[in-house]
């Protein structure tokens, strides 16, 4: 007996289940990868907001050296 080609086989479903499976892990290990990227850059700049604003309130720090002069 002899099968007919264009009749899709349990293999072939299997392939394209582990292809489309494939594809979705790469999608979300993207997505994963972006995110972090994003939390990353998100605590640079609570970092750096926090030094600016430290910084401003050193200089504008009122010292008694600065009000004797």
Do not use: H, W
């Amino acid at each position: 007996m002899v099968g007919v080609a264009d009749y899709p086989t349990k293999t072939d479903v299997g392939e394209r289940m582990a292809s489309r499976i494939q594809e979705e892990y790469d999608i979300a290990l993207k997505f994963k990868k972006a995110k972090n990227k994003v939390n990353e850059l998100e605590v640079e700049l609570y970092n750096k907001k926090c030094e600016q604003q430290q910084m401003s309130l050193v200089i504008f720090q009122n010292r008694k050296v600065d009000i004797l002069v």
